[in-house]
């Protein structure tokens, strides 16, 4: 009987244990291990940042929906993992033995590169889990009662843009419905993206038209090529970059309040294991989200390293959106159980589609970029009122499937089929080296 291990039971996680345990049957055991004791449905985030959600509707806890499919679950932190003794440990000291590990620990965020970021420091606040979002509420709702600047956006090295564009949108909303967008005396965007739009990814579609746009109409100034340094006695210190990367500005912006999407990087436990990570702490794997160096390791979702689309002035990564992190995992998932089945010729890997949903307020955006490096087989960024219905709807199917202990079921299948969007590519790797 194999053990296989699950840690980080998030986007990509969660899913992960129900589809190993379908997989693998009753023959092994699947143990998930998550430092929180509930599931958070992470693209939510933002609206929980100014109380169009509250925190029971995108939280739910994880233990009794994945007990009742024969799941092991721990809520603790993994303090470290060694990778020779097939072993973790835990932060409560206790330890767990596995045969294969499947990391999908998400993001370390990064604060500690821009002084006075860390959103328990100063007016800068985060919508990046659920916690930081409520406390960012709770700044927002100071700055109804005492109107201020606004500055929203996304650190230098940051890799996820689109919540960034989202929370500048929902709170500009926000105010409108309130009737004191007036009240705000300046409302900006400071990205490290070379353009408006490009989200990493060299836009997609016409996302740098539509977003630049969008801004323009809510009255928000936008600033590109920004290097945030550091953010002191309410003030945003910012550096800014040409195209060739040399400094053609330095200045502050005022900020009342604040929320920028800081850089990611990996979690501790997993950056310390020795060959494990690239320097940023993400797992080197290849493209069967198996590790380089320990071969019963897989990696799936933000944990992973995959390299920037393209050097950008400001250093940019590129994203790892929902689609993206369920085709990885179902992949991982399939050659794990390869693994275990002692069927080694057969790998499969993940097509890493680019896919998302962005809200906007009362509009919203989507994209599809297949694939994500250019050129794309297709390119689309679609804007209006049906992608927020949209999003406000698959945030409810996202949960129940969470809740009902099924990853991908057939009718999503085939939808996205009709898309020509697929988790895995059809062909085992045996083949595709062969054609
Ligand atoms: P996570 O979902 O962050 O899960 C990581 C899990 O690992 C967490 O449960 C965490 O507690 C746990 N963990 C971490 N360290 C340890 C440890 N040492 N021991 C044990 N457990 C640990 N993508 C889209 O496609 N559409 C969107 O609309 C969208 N919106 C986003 C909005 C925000 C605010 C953010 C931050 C990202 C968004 N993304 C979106 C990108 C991406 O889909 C999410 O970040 C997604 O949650 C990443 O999934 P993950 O499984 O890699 O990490
Ligand atoms: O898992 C997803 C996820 O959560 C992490 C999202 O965040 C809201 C997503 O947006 C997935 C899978 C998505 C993608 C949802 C499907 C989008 C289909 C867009 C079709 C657009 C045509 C122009």
């Known amino acids: 009987m194999a053990h296989v291990v699950i840690l980080g039971a998030g986007t990509g996680g969660m899913p992960a244990a129900y589809e190993m345990k379908d997989a693998l049957g009753k023959d092994h055991e699947v143990t998930l291990i998550s430092a929180n004791d509930y599931f958070q449905f992470v693209p939510s985030n933002p609206w929980l940042g100014v109380g169009w959600s509250k925190r029971e509707d995108i939280t739910f806890p994880i233990r009794p929906y994945v007990e009742r499919k024969g799941i092991h679950f721990i809520p603790q932190r993994a303090e470290k993992i060694d990778a020779e003794k097939q072993e973790i440990q835990l932060a409560d000291g206790s330890s767990v033995h596995y045969d294969y590990l499947l990391i999908a620990t998400g993001p370390k965020l990064a604060f500690e590169n821009v002084p006075g970021s860390d959103p328990h420091e100063g007016p800068v606040q985060s919508v990046c889990t659920a916690d930081h979002a409520e406390m960012a509420y709770g700044k927002y709702q100071e700055l109804l009662d005492n109107p201020g600047p606004i500055v929203i956006g996304a650190m230098p090295g940051a890799s996820c843009f689109g919540p960034a564009y989202e929370y500048a949108m929902i709170v500009a909303s926000d105010l409108k419905k309130r009737g004191m967008r007036d009240k705000i005396p300046s409302f900006s965007f400071v990205t490290s993206e070379p353009y408006i739009g490009h989200l990493g990814i060299q836009g997609v579609g016409d996302s740098r038209g539509i977003l630049t746009r969008g801004l323009e109409e809510e009255g928000i100034t936008a600033y590109t090529n920004c290097k945030v340094t550091k953010v002191e006695n309410g003030q945003m210190y910012i550096t800014q970059v040409n195209d060739q990367g040399e400094t053609v500005k330095e200045f502050t912006l005022p900020v009342k309040f604040g ?16 060959g494990l990570c690239n320097p940023g702490g993400f797992v080197l794997v290849d493209e069967n989200q198996r590790s380089k160096k320990y071969p019963n390791i897989y990696a799936a979702g933000i944990a992973i390293a995959i390299p920037p689309v393209e050097q950008t002035p400001v250093p940019t990564g590129a994203p790892k959106t929902g689609y993206m992190i369920e085709s990885m995992v179902s992949a991982a998932v399939h050659n794990i159980k390869a693994d275990i089945e002692g069927r080694k010729g057969e790998r499969t890997m993940g097509t890493w589609n680019a896919v998302c949903f962005a809200d906007m307020g009362d509009r919203g ?45 057939f009718y999503e299948k085939v939808l996205f089929k009709m898309m020509g969007i697929t988790r895995l590519k059809e062909e085992p790797m045996e083949q595709r080296k062969a054609s």
């Open 259 to 274: 929320m920028m999407i800081p850089a990611f990087k990996g979690v501790p436990a997993v950056a310390g294991v020795e």
């Open 365 to 409: 955006a989507a994209f599809v970029a297949l694939p994500q490096l250019k050129p794309r087989k297709v390119d689309v960024f679609a804007y209006g009122r049906w992608v927020h219905l949209a999003k406000v709807a698959f945030e409810k199917y996202f949960i129940r499937k969470m809740k009902m202990g099924v990853s991908e079921p």
